[in-house]
């Protein structure tokens, strides 16, 4: 009989069962190769050859020149897979005559009870020239050594184009406002944070709302993104 591995559970054959050497043989390539960084000639090739891959498989591919893994569902990004949280904005989310902060529904990301994380978000959003916006994140009790802060239009500017703003920011829920160029005109803005669990686990989350509240549509777009990884 062969017997497992105590770390990852390959069969290796015993010494007195030579008699079953070809069968045990085939029970290790069918664990050991799943586990390969596994070589193929194109993204067809792959398709063909592994049409059922399993969670965390690598594979290469040699015509595209780049490596992927499987998410239990598709073949991503190994840069992406090896994020913390990979979030994305897949639906328009609006607000209208509030400013008590909302949370941004997608943009939020589960963090342990220790260690130091950093995060980046690329937001798309429109807003009012005179309602403009406010973002914050909120993260949980104990956390300590945090900062975030964006690059976005300053709350003087109307257009797409003109003063940015820097401003940082030490505490959980407390926002920053920036500016609009009008209901419809969508601006990019920009945003990067770190922080340091103190023993208690939850979600940095992601928040915005109007900076002064009047019945106009402001607006988080699809395609706003937030990036979260362990650095220690």
Same mark, same amino acid.
């Given at each position: 009989?062969?017997?497992?591995?105590?770390?990852?559970?390959?069969?290796?054959?015993?010494?007195?069962?030579?008699?079953?050497?070809?069968?045990?043989?085939?029970?290790?390539?069918?664990?050991?190769?799943?586990?390969?960084?596994?070589?193929?000639?194109?993204?067809?090739?792959?398709?063909?050859?592994?049409?059922?891959?399993?969670?965390?498989?690598?594979?290469?591919?040699?015509?595209?020149?780049?490596?992927?893994?499987?998410?239990?569902?598709?073949?991503?990004?190994?840069?992406?897979?090896?994020?913390?949280?990979?979030?994305?904005?897949?639906?328009?989310?609006?607000?209208?005559?509030?400013?008590?902060?909302?949370?941004?529904?997608?943009?939020?990301?589960?963090?342990?009870?220790?260690?130091?994380?950093?995060?980046?978000?690329?937001?798309?959003?429109?807003?009012?020239?005179?309602?403009?916006?406010?973002?914050?994140?909120?993260?949980? *009790?104990?956390?300590?050594?945090?900062?975030?802060?964006?690059?976005?239009?300053?709350?003087?500017?109307?257009?797409? *184009?003109?003063?940015?703003?820097?401003?940082?920011?030490?505490?959980?829920?407390?926002?920053?406002?920036?500016?609009?160029?009008?209901?419809?005109?969508?601006?990019?803005?920009?945003?990067?944070?770190?922080?340091?669990?103190?023993?208690?686990?939850?979600?940095?989350?992601?928040?915005?709302?109007?900076?002064?509240?009047?019945?106009?549509?402001?607006?988080?777009?699809?395609?706003?993104?937030?990036?979260?990884?362990?650095?220690?």
């Amino acid at each position: 009989m062969p017997t497992p591995t105590p770390n990852q559970g390959i069969p290796i054959q015993n010494g007195p069962d030579a008699a079953n050497l070809p069968g045990a043989q085939t029970s290790e390539v069918a664990v050991v190769e799943p586990r390969l960084v596994q070589q193929y000639t194109n993204l067809a090739d792959r398709t063909a050859r592994n049409p059922a891959p399993t969670e965390n498989q690598v594979s290469a591919l040699a015509a595209e020149d780049r490596v992927d893994i499987y998410d239990s569902a598709n073949w991503v990004s190994l840069y992406r897979r090896s994020l913390s949280t990979y979030v994305e904005v897949l639906t328009d989310q609006v607000i209208t005559n509030t400013i008590v902060l909302q949370n941004i529904t997608a943009l939020v990301a589960p963090v342990p009870t220790a260690g130091t994380f950093h995060w980046e978000v690329d937001m798309f959003y429109d807003t009012s020239t005179t309602e403009k916006i406010q973002f914050a994140f909120t993260w949980p *009790a104990g956390v300590t050594n945090a900062r975030w802060g964006g690059l976005a239009i300053d709350t003087s500017v109307t257009a797409a *184009a003109g003063i940015i703003k820097t401003s940082t920011v030490t505490t959980s829920g407390t926002a920053i406002a920036y500016g609009g160029a009008g209901v419809g005109t969508i601006l990019a803005a920009t945003f990067a944070g770190r922080m340091t669990m103190g023993g208690t686990a939850g979600n940095l989350q992601m928040q915005f709302c109007q900076n002064a509240a009047a019945a106009t549509n402001t607006t988080v777009r699809l395609g706003a993104r937030m990036k979260v990884w362990r650095i220690l």
